[in-house]
């Protein structure tokens, strides 16, 4: 008997699932934003008839106030996904009132492992004899007001599915006596399933046992499971936390075996399938590459060169084919070209290309050979806060998009069986959590609810274990003085702290008020204090989708900031003193990093609506954008003079260019000590203050003097920095530099030991 019941409604090849939240076509899942999911559904929901625009947007944003182009661009959305050349037969526009959906609709309740239409009641309500002789079935439509028939094998093809309303009452085409005699069927039928059919209730999931596989002093990252499951190789950036080298050791045991100790960081272990070797990347410049060491220790052995710089993407992104004869690893051979995934000959090192990501992403990432070796999962990164994992037929063929949620992913791995995947996600929050999802039609499961950061799943072969890294980041805002008057304390300052994360901080214009996002309140959220860290108060109480990069207005009373409220990332803008947050930009491409025009008229960010990641403003009051770059641009600030626009072309590429604000080339203006490297840069009247990572784990803080065309050394730092967030700025008067430094950081691999 069935154990859910869905609600149906279908129209042309399309299936809108209003239990599962989700739109079909031809079986295929067809992504929506949520808010155009319940445009769609209020509109087929009220299908042939004009619902209000004042009403459809009521229903859409309860207890919310939108403009109206929220509305249009829903709908507009809408008719794109539907079909460019049969839009109008979907939703029709009617001037100055609404719209309607004037397809026809057929509504249908879909029951999970019911029985198929053969094998039902003949007398069923909704099923008629004259229905199963003819292979016809009756169902309700709406919109056009003709009836429409579903076939028996289709019925049997969806045995869940029954009409609504029949055409005729039961009782006149059946008469009387039978009516009785189907009612005491009816009832026998009711005893016998409720004594002897009726379904056994699942045990209740047994709780993971969750136990500790490391707990070594700094950072332990990128698990990957021996063949047998009994040993674990992996990431540690030793003692002193200075570099990361490749370490085994055995699940249960205290000692660790070091297998690599070249100076530059050594990441993304793998093991062979016999177990003989393990796998590793060396994202370096100078000698870097895909190497092989064997997993006893020895010599290690160079397969191939790969692009030596990495984005910012934390997870295990090397994997071994199951017949041991691939590697596969995220490559490219430029740094204007998205990474795509190649497979890498173990005998020869000869490289082949897998897939072929759009210009202007960030790339793939985080592939992973399913058991059968038939499929290659990875996750398409558009932004690091934007991405979705698709699966790539080996055969050939295009790519399937397993996963809709345009959200940030660290790290996958396949169950044993090949029939789902886990994966580290922030979706439906600030904190990446455990997720695990079906590799055929099916929604993620939650697998965890931590409060901090788990990623880099991986999951035993021969054993029920999945391992991941939990971690610790407790990062705080610090002031500095930077011209030492006489008599002043300039001795660095923990200024804005909490045991969560901060970052992104600025001065208002005036210097008195400091905002920066933080996570203190369990999502990230943007806050205000006074310029000595003094009186912080909550600014936006968005509760769950992120928050951050908040910029000031030049006259101090606006903020500028990115965040997913409406399920896609875009630029809003709230009063310094609070309120609600407009909403300025409606591209459904993402819209990040915001800063304002000198005077005020104009809001920068970075988009990829272009097709690549690239650099617009738009009116700060609302209205069309205007491009600005057109080689590449990720984040950026005006001069003090308004005359140019600096800018970084993304995280974890150096370089800091700049273009006139009237239009022209661009120029390349630092590239000294990888400035620009990570979001820890600012532009004041007189350079550039920048942060430089060469040493991780002492930082340095530099200028740059346009007149002088010189790199100085204003201090370094004894913490690592972050790497996604910004986290630099300068007070209005040159006094005092904010920096966010990694206060506290580690991570360790723990193990869940009962996983199915």
């Given at each position: 008997?069935?154990?859910?019941?869905?609600h149906?409604y279908?129209?042309?090849?399309?299936?809108?699932d209003?239990?599962?939240?989700?739109?079909?076509?031809?079986?295929?899942?067809?992504p929506?934003?949520?808010?155009?999911?319940?445009t769609?559904?209020?509109?087929?929901?009220?299908?042939?008839?004009v619902?209000?625009?004042?009403?459809?947007?009521?229903?859409?944003?309860?207890?919310?106030?939108?403009?109206e182009v929220?509305?249009?661009?829903?709908?507009?959305?809408?008719?794109k996904?539907?079909g460019?050349?049969?839009?109008?037969?979907?939703?029709?526009?009617?001037?100055?009132?609404?719209?309607?959906f004037?397809?026809?609709?057929?509504?249908?309740?879909a029951e999970?492992?019911?029985?198929?239409?053969?094998?039902r009641?003949?007398?069923s309500p909704?099923?008629?004899?004259d229905?199963?002789?003819?292979?016809?079935?009756?169902a309700?439509v709406?919109?056009n007001?003709?009836?429409a028939f579903?076939?028996?094998?289709?019925?049997?093809?969806?045995?869940?599915?029954?009409a609504?309303v029949?055409?005729?009452?039961l009782v006149?085409r059946?008469?009387?006596?039978i009516v009785?005699?189907a009612?005491?069927?009816?009832?026998?039928?009711?005893?016998?399933?409720?004594f002897?059919l009726?379904?056994?209730?699942?045990?209740p999931?047994?709780?993971?046992?969750?136990?500790?596989?490391?707990?070594?002093?700094?950072?332990?990252?990128?698990?990957g499971?021996?063949p047998d499951?009994?040993?674990?190789?992996?990431?540690?950036?030793?003692?002193k936390?200075?570099?990361?080298?490749?370490?085994v050791?055995?699940?249960?045991?205290?000692?660790h075996?070091?297998?690599?100790t070249?100076?530059?960081?050594?990441?993304d272990?793998?093991?062979?399938p016999d177990?003989?070797?393990?796998a590793f990347?060396?994202p370096?410049?100078?000698?870097?590459?895909?190497?092989?060491?064997?997993?006893?220790?020895?010599?290690?052995?160079?397969?191939?060169?790969?692009?030596?710089?990495?984005?910012v993407?934390?997870g295990?992104?090397?994997?071994?084919?199951?017949d041991?004869?691939l590697?596969a690893v995220?490559d490219k051979?430029?740094?204007q070209q998205?990474?795509?995934?190649?497979?890498i000959s173990v005998?020869?090192?000869?490289?082949?290309?897998?897939?072929a990501p759009?210009?202007?992403?960030?790339?793939?990432?985080?592939p992973?050979?399913?058991?059968?070796?038939?499929?290659?999962?990875?996750?398409?990164v558009?932004?690091?806060?934007?991405?979705d994992?698709?699966l790539q037929p080996?055969?050939?063929?295009?790519p399937?998009?397993?996963?809709?949620?345009?959200?940030?992913?660290?790290?996958?791995?396949?169950?044993?069986?090949?029939?789902?995947?886990?994966?580290?996600?922030?979706?439906?929050?600030?904190?990446?959590?455990?997720w695990?999802?079906?590799?055929?039609?099916?929604?993620?499961?939650r697998l965890t609810?931590?409060?901090r950061?788990?990623?880099?799943?991986?999951i035993?072969r021969q054993?029920n274990?999945?391992?991941?890294?939990?971690?610790?980041?407790?990062?705080?805002?610090?002031?500095?003085?930077?011209h030492?008057?006489?008599?002043?304390?300039?001795?660095p300052l923990?200024?804005?702290?909490?045991?969560?994360?901060e970052?992104?901080?600025?001065?208002?214009?005036?210097?008195?008020?400091?905002v920066?996002?933080s996570r203190?309140?369990g999502?990230f959220?943007i806050?205000?204090?006074e310029?000595?860290?003094?009186?912080?108060?909550?600014?936006t109480?968005i509760?769950?989708?992120?928050a951050g990069?908040?910029?000031?207005?030049p006259?101090?009373?606006?903020?500028?900031?990115?965040?997913?409220?409406?399920?896609?990332?875009?630029?809003?803008?709230i009063?310094?003193?609070g309120?609600?947050?407009?909403?300025?930009?409606?591209d459904?491409?993402?819209?990040?990093?915001?800063?304002w025009?000198?005077?005020?008229r104009?809001?920068?960010f970075g988009c990829t609506?272009?097709?690549s990641?690239?650099?617009?403003?738009?009116?700060a009051e609302?209205?069309?954008?205007v491009?600005?770059?057109?080689q590449?641009?990720?984040?950026?600030f005006e001069?003090?003079?308004g005359?140019f626009f600096?800018?970084?072309?993304?995280?974890?590429?150096?370089?800091i260019?700049r273009?006139?604000v009237?239009?022209?080339d661009?120029?390349?203006?630092?590239?000294?000590?990888?400035a620009?490297?990570?979001r820890?840069w600012?532009?004041?009247?007189?350079?550039?203050?920048?942060?430089?990572a060469?040493?991780?784990s002492?930082?340095?803080?530099?200028?740059?003097?346009?007149?002088?065309?010189?790199?100085t050394?204003l201090a370094?730092?004894d913490?690592p920095?972050?790497?996604?967030d910004p986290?630099l700025?300068?007070s209005?008067?040159?006094?005092?530099?904010l920096?966010v430094q990694?206060?506290?950081s580690g991570?360790?691999?723990?193990m869940?030991d009962?996983?199915?």
């Amino acid at each position: 008997m069935s154990q859910t019941v869905r609600h149906l409604y279908e129209f042309g090849p399309f299936r809108l699932d209003a239990t599962e939240r989700l739109l079909l076509r031809d079986e295929q899942h067809v992504p929506l934003t949520p808010k155009a999911f319940e445009t769609l559904l209020v509109l087929v929901e009220h299908g042939g008839h004009v619902i209000d625009k004042d009403e459809l947007m009521k229903k859409v944003w309860p207890n919310t106030f939108v403009e109206e182009v929220n509305l249009a661009k829903n709908v507009s959305s809408l008719r794109k996904t539907l079909g460019h050349e049969h839009s109008e037969n979907y939703i029709e526009t009617i001037p100055k009132r609404g719209y309607r959906f004037v397809a026809g609709v057929r509504e249908v309740w879909a029951e999970e492992l019911a029985p198929t239409v053969a094998d039902r009641d003949m007398l069923s309500p909704h099923v008629t004899p004259d229905a199963l002789d003819t292979g016809q079935i009756e169902a309700t439509v709406h919109g056009n007001g003709k009836p429409a028939f579903v076939s028996a094998e289709l019925s049997k093809a969806r045995p869940a599915e029954v009409a609504l309303v029949p055409k005729q009452s039961l009782v006149i085409r059946l008469g009387l006596p039978i009516v009785f005699l189907a009612l005491g069927g009816a009832v026998v039928g009711l005893g016998i399933w409720f004594f002897v059919l009726l379904p056994t209730p699942k045990p209740p999931t047994p709780l993971l046992k969750i136990v500790p596989v490391t707990s070594l002093p700094g950072n332990e990252d990128q698990a990957g499971f021996s063949p047998d499951g009994n040993q674990i190789a992996f990431v540690w950036n030793g003692e002193k936390e200075d570099n990361s080298d490749i370490y085994v050791k055995m699940i249960g045991g205290e000692q660790h075996l070091r297998l690599t100790t070249n100076p530059a960081a050594d990441t993304d272990p793998t093991w062979s399938p016999d177990g003989r070797y393990v796998a590793f990347l060396r994202p370096s410049a100078e000698n870097g590459g895909v190497f092989l060491v064997p997993s006893l220790g020895g010599a290690e052995r160079k397969l191939a060169n790969v692009f030596p710089y990495r984005p910012v993407v934390i997870g295990n992104t090397l994997s071994y084919s199951p017949d041991g004869k691939l590697l596969a690893v995220p490559d490219k051979n430029s740094q204007q070209q998205p990474f795509s995934i190649f497979s890498i000959s173990v005998e020869t090192g000869e490289k082949s290309k897998l897939t072929a990501p759009a210009g202007g992403s960030v790339g793939d990432f985080f592939p992973a050979f399913s058991p059968d070796q038939k499929t290659l999962a990875f996750v398409r990164v558009v932004s690091i806060a934007t991405a979705d994992i698709y699966l790539q037929p080996l055969a050939g063929g295009d790519p399937k998009r397993l996963t809709f949620e345009d959200t940030s992913i660290r790290g996958l791995s396949w169950s044993s069986d090949g029939k789902e995947i886990v994966f580290a996600s922030r979706r439906g929050g600030s904190t990446y959590n455990l997720w695990k999802i079906s590799t055929a039609v099916g929604q993620p499961e939650r697998l965890t609810t931590a409060e901090r950061d788990v990623y880099s799943p991986t999951i035993a072969r021969q054993k029920n274990r999945l391992a991941y890294t939990q971690s610790l980041m407790d990062g705080n805002i610090w002031r500095i003085g930077l011209h030492n008057p006489k008599g002043r304390d300039d001795s660095p300052l923990k200024l804005i702290s909490s045991t969560q994360e901060e970052s992104g901080p600025q001065y208002s214009p005036d210097g008195k008020r400091i905002v920066f996002a933080s996570r203190r309140s369990g999502s990230f959220e943007i806050w205000l204090c006074e310029s000595d860290g003094s009186n912080p108060r909550q600014l936006t109480s968005i509760g769950g989708p992120l928050a951050g990069t908040p910029r000031w207005s030049p006259d101090g009373r606006q903020i500028a900031f990115d965040s997913w409220i409406e399920g896609n990332v875009d630029i809003y803008v709230i009063s310094a003193e609070g309120g609600k947050p407009r909403r300025l930009t409606f591209d459904a491409d993402e819209d990040i990093t915001p800063s304002w025009s000198r005077d005020g008229r104009w809001i920068y960010f970075g988009c990829t609506r272009s097709g690549s990641m690239q650099i617009w403003k738009v009116p700060a009051e609302g209205g069309p954008a205007v491009q600005v770059t057109r080689q590449g641009g990720f984040e950026g600030f005006e001069s003090a003079d308004g005359r140019f626009f600096y800018y970084a072309k993304g995280r974890a590429m150096p370089g800091i260019w700049r273009v006139p604000v009237a239009g022209g080339d661009e120029t390349l203006v630092l590239n000294e000590h990888q400035a620009g490297l990570w979001r820890y840069w600012a532009v004041t009247d007189k350079g550039i203050y920048f942060a430089t990572a060469e040493v991780p784990s002492h930082p340095l803080i530099e200028f740059f003097n346009f007149t002088t065309a010189k790199v100085t050394q204003l201090a370094k730092l004894d913490t690592p920095l972050f790497k996604t967030d910004p986290g630099l700025a300068v007070s209005p008067d040159g006094q005092w530099l904010l920096v966010v430094q990694m206060d506290a950081s580690g991570s360790d691999i723990v193990m869940a030991d009962n996983f199915r």
